[in-house]
């Protein structure tokens, strides 16, 4: 079986090097390093002997990217799906477990409390000597891909059945809250105790006292495990290509379009029902910056080069009443406006002309209308068209309670005239200051040097979440964007371009990467006996101790532009982390 991360430093599974002298690429040639052959090729399906069976738990957009990623990188068994909404249910059902058969006992199920129920029944059952249906074997694996302010019910509500968790990103919206489910994965995991459960994920009774069984985490950092970013972390850290980073520049270019879908009209518009845009949208830049510059080097047990400084500014500048066009007058819905046809954020636009009148009835059409993709199936682009319309005219007026505005998103609102409230621009600056660590009586400075992050989250562009940066090193410059990598030696004076392997699905392959180490992980634990915790380190790259810490930037990070100061990171850690795990670890023992 072939694990990708053989250390914490990643390299792709596939690679080609140009080399130029800065002004005749056409005199390039190719190069590749011997060290580099093994990731020529794309990364081979893991075909496991005991394939681990995962529950989807909410089967909107990434429940579904996951599902897919989980059986096109393994052969994996999405085996369950909780989810709400009949409609969203049924079609993802038909799409990865039951096919065009009826839906089974144990394959679906409302919500994430009726899963829990049945689980606990089919163990009781499983306990009493019944035989179950093979439909009833039990879980491995789930993927918590709810609302983000759900999460911290269902990862707390989940974290004592004895099954892996992989949790869609972040995880959760706020500071307590994230604190709230790593104290229950420290917990439970690798300490659930579900009395009697016996099955596939192998938690029961030995000689009348319960098994205890270890647990992986994943957070859903996608960025980590794209081909590209993880070329990029190889040549950086482990190949020294520039020497000692000095500084980051990291862009997320979220498209002007995109940011108006879910940060103006959709979801996460506002931060009092959801969060801030620096974690909901951009929680994993910060996290590849921690990834890049905090996190150890390789899989040994080294200490992360914590960061010293934080400061943010941002705002939202663009899509608020004062920047609304005369010409739309007092028009709130794009359907009725007079401005539309001038508009670039018109909705009849970038829903119906630029997506659905090009045949693409998925993201962000179906965000808007689940249904429109049968409707487009069965009915034709009219009626598909009209339905998309109607949806597209819902709107709010004074009289409408403020609960039900904020409950659902309005797609057709004007984008000058919404509830939205979160930053559309947005900047963070975080410093390290020298760390030596002393190894062989010396000290040494390597990798641990002062340096800079900067990460800048701007709505307004063309790229569509294509990210981009530089990075300045003591010997070279590197520079990056969701294809190529650029290393420029000041020694030699030549420039040598990567192009790694461009892998398919979501995030430039990082969702695909992302199901297929969890799972491996998973299956390393389940079947191999592992630890969880080297499984962790050994296939995720990741425990949850360092997915908490590059939440717990984005806090402090948005602390820091609210109040418009500069976070000293370690006092803030104390004050704002450590005093909670103590203030709960005591408030556990009293009760």
Same mark, same amino acid.
């Given at each position: 079986?072939?694990?990708i991360?053989?250390?914490?430093?990643?390299?792709?599974?596939?690679?080609?090097?140009?080399?130029?002298n800065?002004?005749?690429?056409?005199?390039s040639q190719?190069?590749t390093?011997?060290?580099?052959d093994?990731f020529l090729?794309p990364?081979?399906?893991?075909? +496991?002997?005991?394939p681990?069976?995962?529950?989807?738990?909410?089967?909107?957009s990434?429940g579904t990217?996951y599902?897919?990623?989980?059986?096109?990188?393994?052969?994996?068994?999405?085996a369950?799906?909780?989810?709400?909404i009949?409609?969203?249910?049924?079609? +993802?059902g038909?799409?990865?477990?039951w096919?065009?058969d009826?839906?089974?006992? $144990?394959? =679906?199920?409302?919500?994430?409390r009726?899963w829990?129920?049945?689980?606990?029944s089919?163990?009781?059952?499983?306990?009493?000597?019944?035989k179950?249906?093979?439909? =009833?074997k039990?879980i491995?694996?789930?993927?918590?891909?709810v609302?983000?302010e759900?999460?911290?019910?269902?990862?707390? #509500?989940?974290?004592?059945l004895g099954v892996?968790v992989?949790?869609e990103?972040p995880?959760?919206?706020?500071?307590d809250?994230?604190v709230?489910?790593?104290?229950?994965?420290?917990?439970? $995991? #690798?300490?659930a105790n579900?009395?009697?459960?016996?099955?596939?994920?192998?938690?029961?009774e030995?000689?009348?006292?319960?098994?205890?069984?270890?647990?992986v985490f994943g957070?859903?950092?996608?960025?980590?495990?794209?081909?590209h970013?993880m070329?990029?972390?190889?040549?950086?850290l482990?190949k020294d290509?520039?020497?000692?980073?000095?500084?980051?520049?990291?862009v997320?270019?979220?498209?002007?379009?995109?940011?108006?879908?879910?940060?103006?009209? #959709?979801?996460w518009r506002k931060e009092?029902t959801?969060?801030?845009?620096?974690?909901?949208?951009s929680?994993?830049?910060?996290d590849?910056?921690?990834?890049?510059?905090?996190?150890?080097?390789?899989?040994? &047990?080294?200490?992360?080069?914590?960061?010293? +400084?934080?400061t943010s500014?941002?705002?939202?500048?663009?899509? &608020?009443?004062?920047r609304?066009?005369k010409?739309a007058g007092?028009?709130?819905?794009?359907?009725?406006?007079?401005?539309?046809?001038?508009?670039?954020?018109?909705?009849?636009?970038?829903?119906?002309?630029?997506?659905?009148?090009? #045949?693409?009835? $998925?993201w962000?059409?179906k965000?808007?209308?689940?249904?429109i =993709?049968?409707?487009?199936?069965?009915?034709?682009?009219e009626a598909?068209? =009209?339905?998309?319309?109607?949806?597209?005219?819902?709107?709010?007026t004074d009289?409408?309670?403020?609960g039900e505005?904020?409950?659902?998103?309005?797609? $057709?609102?004007?984008?000058?005239?919404a509830?939205?409230?979160?930053?559309?621009d947005?900047c963070?600056?975080i410093?390290?200051?020298?760390?030596?660590?002393?190894?062989?009586?010396?000290?040494e400075?390597?990798?641990?040097?002062a340096k800079t992050?900067?990460?800048?989250?701007?709505? +307004?562009t063309?790229?569509?979440c294509?990210?981009r940066?530089?990075?300045?090193?003591?010997?070279?410059?590197?520079?990056?964007?969701?294809?190529?990598?650029k290393?420029?030696s000041?020694a030699?004076?030549h420039?040598?371009?990567y192009?790694?392997?461009l892998?398919?699905?979501?995030?430039?392959g990082?969702?695909?990467?992302?199901?297929r180490?969890f799972?491996?992980a998973v299956?390393?634990?389940?079947?191999q006996?592992m630890?969880?915790a080297?499984?962790?380190r050994k296939?995720l790259?990741?425990?949850?101790?360092?997915?908490?810490?590059?939440?717990a930037m984005?806090?402090?990070a948005?602390?820091?532009?609210?109040?418009?100061?500069?976070?000293?990171w370690?006092?803030?850690w104390?004050?704002?982390?450590?005093s909670?795990?103590?203030?709960r670890?005591g408030a556990e023992?009293?009760?």
């Open positions: 079986m072939r694990n991360f053989k250390s914490e430093s990643i390299t792709p599974s596939s690679l080609a090097a140009t080399v130029t800065g002004t005749s690429p056409e005199h190719p190069e390093s011997g060290q580099d093994q090729k990364v081979e399906k893991q075909n +496991f002997k005991s681990p069976r995962i529950l989807i738990i909410g089967a909107g990434r990217s599902a897919r990623s989980a059986i096109t990188s393994t052969n994996a068994i999405v369950a799906v909780a989810e709400p009949a409609y969203k249910r049924a079609e +993802f038909k799409a990865f477990i096919g065009d009826e839906a089974s006992i $144990g394959q =679906e199920f409302s919500d994430w009726q829990v129920k049945y689980e606990e089919r163990r009781a059952r499983e306990r009493a000597g019944e179950l249906d093979e439909t =009833e039990g491995d694996a789930v993927f918590v891909c609302l983000d759900m999460h911290e019910e269902v990862v707390c #509500g989940i974290s004592g892996h992989c949790c990103k995880m959760s919206t706020s500071l809250s994230c709230a489910i790593y104290r229950a994965l420290k917990t439970h $995991g #690798g300490q579900i009395e009697g459960h016996v099955g596939q994920n192998g938690v029961g030995t000689n009348g006292s319960v098994k205890r069984k270890d647990t957070i859903c950092h996608v960025l980590r495990y794209s081909p970013n070329m990029l972390r190889h040549l950086v482990e290509v520039i020497g000692d980073v000095l500084s980051i520049e990291h997320e270019p979220v498209g002007w379009w995109h940011f108006s879908h879910s940060y103006v009209r #959709g979801n009092s959801t969060a801030p845009s620096l974690l909901t949208k929680c994993h830049d910060i590849f910056l921690m990834w890049m510059l905090c996190s150890p080097h390789s899989n040994r &047990r080294s200490e992360p080069h914590l960061p010293s +400084f934080v500014t941002g705002s939202r500048k663009y899509f &608020r009443k004062e609304k066009p010409a007092t028009s709130t819905n794009c359907l009725s406006c007079p401005h539309e046809p001038d508009c670039d954020y018109s909705a009849k636009k970038i829903y119906l002309e630029r997506h659905l009148k090009s #045949g693409n009835t $998925g962000p059409v965000i808007v209308n689940p249904e =993709e049968e409707s487009y199936k069965t009915a034709g682009l598909a068209s =009209e339905q998309l319309l109607d949806n597209l005219r819902e709107d709010w009289k409408t309670p403020v505005v904020e409950a659902r998103p309005w797609f $057709g609102r004007c984008v000058w005239d509830d939205n409230d979160v930053c559309d947005q963070v600056t410093t390290w200051d020298d760390d030596p660590v002393v190894r062989d009586g010396e000290s400075l390597k990798g641990r040097g992050a900067q990460f800048h989250m701007i709505a +307004f063309e790229k569509i294509e990210r940066g530089r990075i300045y090193g003591t010997h070279g410059e590197l520079e990056y964007d969701s294809a190529t990598i290393v420029h000041f030699t004076g420039t040598k371009i192009k790694p392997h892998a398919g699905g979501g995030h430039g990082g969702d695909e990467g992302l199901a180490q799972l491996m299956e390393a634990v389940d079947n006996g630890a969880a080297e499984a962790q296939f790259g990741c425990d949850l101790d360092e997915a908490f810490r590059s939440h984005v806090f402090a948005d602390e820091a532009r609210k109040q418009r100061k500069v976070v000293d370690g006092r803030w104390q004050e704002q982390v450590e909670q795990l103590h203030e670890q023992e009293t009760h």
